[in-house]
């Protein structure tokens, strides 16, 4: 390799590193991202482990704040992850919550936390004891989701995120004891956004 | 001449100022949030901790005085016999006593800041109690209105200027009829009895919201 082709592709490797450092923060106000993944989580008081289907929207309101909506559901068949066999568990379980996310880090690697008073709606049996047929109602319950998580955005529409979630809250239209459905789940995946506004620079 | 001059000059320097001081004016500030409330020492007998979600709006009416106008909706137990669910609509005033200290104006290099509040206010309340497990029957419950005042103490903690992490501990005490639950714990007979008349039947309520400031409904912020 003669002096002149190793100076080229210096040049060009020079050139593809100041590329990257001059790659634009995705992360602003106005940036609009969502994702849906499989959420396995752990309802340790059960001892059981479900699958849940996990989907967000998330709007970047300043620099460090969001505010972001998710929802999950109990996937069919979910909690044959593992389970314990619990006596009293939903036959059916959905969780929706709203609420802030804090976002640290600079450029496009983010460190976030979120907190988000939510609902818990499940389908619970109505008998204390084995009872067949079994009757099942509906109820709402008050919960909250706390969530730490790290994001990164390597391109203009999309970014990889990995977060860890704990929530809690109880289901009282139970006979006898209420049933906790306090929960840790991990979700990561790819995610797509989109900057909704153009800002001047 | 140079009176009228002079005095000129010094209504001019008023307007600045005056200007000056409505640059940091919050008044007409308007916050939408979302709170979680654990529900505490309830005065129900053999009534649990509760939890609850709910939600708020804000609205600034001065440097010193804010408003919340919030709805929860929180569940306990009753023991193991019983469940209760209470929605609160209502309204509280904030007052901030160290609002004038220079540590809350930083207009320009903003640094989170804790922003305590003594606060007050008035609520509607729905409650409504059903039995654990239902008669042959059918469901078993009861419910009343009643209204209830409450005051405590918070604290914001504003992490950007427009938004905050808001913690309050208050006492509400329920004004109006009150439902009692009779258990007997040998044979298990649930009943509910309803009393007329005021009681003073309260609990403490630990509130945690987030909040973010949307608009400005009046007064001036110069940019």
């Known amino acids: ?201 | 001449m140079k009176l009228i001059f002079l005095f000129l000059m010094s209504f001019l320097a008023l307007q600045v100022n005056a200007q000056e001081q409505r640059m940091f004016n919050p008044a007409g500030m308007l916050s939408l949030g979302g709170r979680t409330t654990v529900s505490l020492f309830n005065d129900h007998k053999n009534e649990m901790t509760g939890t609850g979600i709910g939600g708020q709006f804000r609205l600034r009416f001065s440097d010193a005085v804010n408003t919340d106008w919030f709805f929860d909706y929180i569940t306990s137990d009753i023991l193991n016999y019983a469940h209760r669910t209470d929605y609160h609509i209502g309204w509280s005033v904030l007052f901030y006593p160290i609002n004038h200290l220079a540590y809350f104006h930083q207009p320009k290099d903003f640094k989170p800041k804790f922003r305590p509040y003594i606060l007050a206010g008035h609520c509607f309340d729905y409650s409504k109690i059903e039995a654990k497990v239902s008669p042959l029957d059918g469901p078993m419950s009861a419910e009343r209105w009643s209204s209830a005042v409450q005051a405590g103490l918070g604290t914001h903690l504003e992490l950007s200027p427009r938004f905050d992490i808001s913690l309050t501990g208050q006492y509400m005490i329920h004004l109006g009829n009150h439902i009692e639950t009779d258990y007997d714990f040998t044979t298990g007979a649930l009943s509910f009895n309803e009393h007329k008349g005021a009681s003073l039947a309260g609990h403490v309520l630990v509130t945690l919201s987030l909040n973010y400031k949307i608009a400005k409904l009046w007064g001036f912020t110069r940019r």
Not at chain 1, 24 to 33: A, G, T, V, W
Not at chain 1, 171 to 191: C, D, E, M, N
Request: charged share 15%; net charge positive; glycine share 8%.
């Open chain 1, 1 to 201: 390799m003669g002096i002149h082709q190793k100076i080229t592709g210096l040049f060009l490797l020079v050139s593809t590193l100041i590329y990257s450092q001059e790659r634009p923060s995705y992360f602003q106000p106005s940036l609009l991202r969502a994702s849906a993944t499989i959420a396995p989580t752990r309802f340790y008081t059960q001892q059981t482990t479900v699958a849940l289907i996990n989907g967000f929207v998330e709007y970047a309101l300043e620099n460090r704040i969001s505010v972001r909506g998710e929802a999950n559901i109990m996937a069919p068949n979910g909690k044959l992850l593992y389970t314990n066999s619990p006596e009293k568990f939903p036959r059916n379980f959905i969780s929706i919550y709203a609420g802030f996310g804090y976002h640290l880090g600079k450029r496009n690697w983010k460190f976030d936390i979120h907190a988000e008073p939510g609902i818990a709606i499940s389908e619970m049996a109505q008998q204390p004891f084995l009872i067949v047929p079994v009757s099942y109602q509906w109820g709402v319950s008050p919960s909250y989701m706390l969530k730490v998580g790290t994001s990164f955005y390597f391109s203009k529409y999309c970014h990889f995120f990995a977060e860890i979630n704990y929530s809690n809250g109880w289901i009282r239209k139970t006979p006898l004891t209420s049933v906790s459905i306090a929960q840790y789940g991990i979700s990561a995946g790819l995610g797509f956004h989109l900057i909704t506004q153009k800002h001047d620079e």
